[in-house]
């Protein structure tokens, strides 16, 4: 049968609003007052790197951007986040970054032969619990938090260190976060020994810099994607829950308050660099239930059964995998490889965010005497021919001004793995079924980010 598929497939986010003049006074007090009050738990402040000053700061500012969105993933209780206790004001926020300001990098910077920079900044935990302790006391007040929710965060946890690197160049430009708040992993910690060597010679750091938010996007709407489908309470979906609150303009992506970036993969022989994004499902229905209580004229009997849904849930995680590559102008190399995976990743068709299914129909012959056997002999013919629908369905995906059968056929490697990600595809649940009229019916279905993963990594 495979053989037969072989010859088949050969064959064919918004920003905030401006802020008001009295606003920022507040910001700026907060600021001040912050630095001067947490300064006795803060190291000294960096001192100006000896060479490429430039490169210093743009990764210094991306440690402490990192820094900040891994604190806003903790939680203090198993209901609030740091970042849901900065949301109730914004001084909080801005004495936070106060705070982490005054944290100093950990070794010596590490500058690239292309000029970028490298450094890592560390926190204690008991620092920064203290710290979290003072904002909150300070800026947020109310009943939900108290000194005991912070001793409790304390001492259950086993982080010692929070840590995050952050890497800059000179021609490094501001850019709006993807995420609102990562709880990310250091994006350098998996550049190393080859795909180090590769990077390094094929890319600029400022390449290397957008190849890694360019997966974060694709991970993001991944996992938006996987959340909404994700089951919460009698066949109940989160998606269905955000449809059944009637707001059109409402998308799953408002509602993951924390992303956590687990894993970083650099490709050693591509440019294409990998990211695992993760939220607890139960954290997004918290976040789905305060937007409710912020809402006027939303029956409470809708908030209360939310709620109870909550408490019975458990913390299950969520996760999604995403792929990047630098733009094509930061790509140093003329090999035709690796110029032509980059334009490809690039193109990233939306078709990649489906799932693509095809139905195969077939009938028992009635003629044999074994009707076991028959149906057996039924059922392979059905999913036979569901696989030709969708391999035929596949040809015809357009890649640019390409499809993805002239790629199959242009290449051994991509025809191989496109032949292993359909094998290692498993079977819909509701896959076969018995019609009316005797035919057999069955159902075959693949996941086409898996499916470009195939492409990508072997073109």
């Not at 938006?224 to 609150?245: C, H, K, M, N, Q």
């Not at 591509?270 to 239930?289: A, F, G, K, N």
Request: glycine residues 8%; aromatic residues 4%; contains cysteine.
């Amino acid at each position: 049968m495979r053989a037969s598929y072989r010859m088949l497939l050969a064959a064919g986010a918004e920003g905030r609003p401006k802020m008001t003049n009295a606003v920022k006074v507040v910001l700026f007090l907060a600021l001040l007052i912050s630095a001067v009050a947490l300064a006795q738990d803060s190291p000294p402040a960096p001192q100006p790197a000896p060479q490429g000053e430039e490169a210093y700061r743009a990764a210094w500012a991306d440690a402490i951007d990192n820094l900040t969105k891994r604190i806003k993933g903790l939680s203090i209780t198993a209901e609030t986040t740091v970042a849901g206790m900065l949301a109730e004001n914004e001084a909080a926020e801005a004495a936070l970054t106060a705070f982490l300001l005054g944290q100093q990098a950990s070794g010596a910077p590490v500058y690239s032969e292309e000029g970028g920079c490298q450094l890592t900044v560390q926190l204690a935990f008991d620092v920064l619990v203290n710290g979290l302790k003072l904002i909150h006391n300070r800026y947020c007040g109310g009943d939900q938090l108290t000194e005991a929710s912070f001793e409790k965060m304390l001492s259950s946890s086993t982080l010692m260190v929070l840590a995050a690197k952050g890497t800059g160049s000179a021609d490094t430009t501001p850019m709006t976060p993807v995420i609102s708040a990562v709880g990310s992993v250091d994006s350098g910690v998996y550049l190393f020994g080859e795909a180090e060597a590769f990077w390094n010679s094929h890319c600029t750091t400022h390449g290397r810099v957008l190849a890694i938010r360019a997966a974060r996007e694709d991970g993001l709407r991944r996992l938006a994607d996987r959340v909404g489908e994700a089951v919460i309470d009698s066949g109940t979906t989160v998606g269905g829950v955000v449809d059944e609150l009637d707001f059109p303009e409402l998308t799953i992506s408002q509602f993951l308050p924390v992303v956590g970036e687990t894993q970083v993969r650099y490709a050693p022989d591509r440019l294409v660099v990998e990211v695992t994004l993760e939220v607890v499902l139960q954290d997004v229905m918290v976040c789905i239930s305060r937007w409710l209580k912020d809402q006027p004229d939303v029956e409470p009997t809708k908030i209360r059964q939310l709620e109870r849904i909550i408490v019975a849930m458990r913390r299950t995680p969520v996760s999604a995998e995403g792929m990047g590559s630098p733009p094509v102008e930061y790509v140093t190399t003329s090999d035709e490889k690796v110029v032509a995976a980059v334009a490809l990743v690039n193109q990233r068709p939306d078709w990649i965010y489906d799932t693509l299914r095809a139905v195969g129909r077939s009938v028992v012959d009635e003629r044999l005497d074994d009707q076991a056997r028959a149906g057996q002999l039924a059922l392979a013919a059905a999913e036979l021919d569901a696989w030709q629908k969708l391999i035929v369905a596949l040809n015809s995906l357009s890649i640019g001004t390409t499809t993805v059968g002239e790629v199959a056929v242009g290449s051994d490697s991509v025809r191989r793995a496109l032949l292993a990600c359909m094998m290692e595809t498993p079977v819909p649940g509701d896959s076969r079924q018995v019609l009316p009229d005797g035919a057999i019916e069955a159902a075959v279905e693949i996941d086409l980010h898996a499916l470009w993963r195939a492409i990508v990594m072997n073109i």
